[in-house]
Nanobody, 127 residues
Framework: QVQLVESGGGLVQAGGSLRLSCAAS????????MAWFRQAPGKEREFVAAIIWTGRSTRYADSVKGRYTISRDNAKNTVNLQMDTLKPEDTAVYYC????????????????????WGQGTQVTVSS
């Protein structure tokens, strides 16, 4: 079992930066792929970024590639999302998620591959 708590959301102007953090409880964190998803008002939840359990491989949605950076610290049971050059279209509730498998080397972008979810943190980017 993994419990996830996001923090770091807020209001920022376009072009600014925010850093989201996800604190995880449970002994399996270090063996799981971790991801961030987001859901904008009136839209379906979408994949943003993910990082393999070793931290050596990442995957990003095209819409955030080059602007967002995902990282993890297995010693601290945390995963972070550094968001730079933010745009109004990045406004959404951001969710941290933990994969349903352990020690996987593939990085999925489908919600069905993630078994544990946080409550979400709001990110609002003003124009």
């Amino acid at each position: 079992q993994v419990q996830l708590v996001e923090s770091g959301g807020g209001l920022v102007q376009a072009g600014g930066s925010l850093r989201l953090s996800c604190a995880a409880s449970g002994r399996t964190f270090s063996r799981k792929t971790m991801a961030w998803f987001r859901q904008a008002p009136g839209k379906e939840r979408e994949f943003v970024a993910a990082i393999i359990w070793t931290g050596r491989s990442t995957r990003y949605a095209d819409s955030v590639k080059g602007r967002y950076t995902i990282s993890r610290d297995n010693a601290k049971n945390t995963v972070n999302l550094q968001m730079d050059t933010l745009k109004p279209e990045d406004t959404a509730v951001y969710y941290c998620a933990a994969g349903d498998r352990e020690l996987a080397y593939s990085i999925g972008s489908s919600e069905s591959e993630y078994a544990y979810w946080g409550q979400g943190t709001q990110v609002t980017v003003s124009s």
